[in-house]
């Protein structure tokens, strides 16, 4: 946002840059300067949480796994899901939180949330729905 202010300083951002953040979690580890910031300089939305669902947001965060073995053999999708899979086992806990849904095996793509919240998919309500929608 900064190098685009700098680059087009007549923009009007509040009418052109939509930014969703869910959770309170995210704001939390969002530094507060730069929460002000985007505040100040974009059209802000904080929406509810994706981890948990039920609440006018899809529930992203599911402990069961069984989606991985038909991703792996889809055949336009295979090699997206199998490397978002080599990336998470690598990752989980390494990057500053130790993930209990990747951990055992699950899916935890809770921030999609802002995603399918923009491009209205809210009838979409669990990663079962997410996958039936896009990958079936």
Known sequence: MKSIRAA?????RKQ??????HGTWNE????PEDLLY???YADYSKIPDGNGGGNGTLSFNNKGGQWWSRLAEHKALAPLWIEAKRLREENNGHA????P?????G???SDTVEATWTFRFNQLETTDDFFQRFAA
Do not use: K, W
């Open 28 to 31: 939390n580890a969002t530094t």
């Open 107 to 109: 899916f935890d793509f």
């Open 96 to 99: 500053g939180y130790d993930n």
């Open 38 to 40: 985007v505040r100040e």
């Open 16 to 21: 052109r840059i939509h930014t969703f953040q």
């Open 101 to 105: 849904t990747i951990a055992e095996g």
């Open 8 to 12: 087009m300083p007549s923009l009007n």
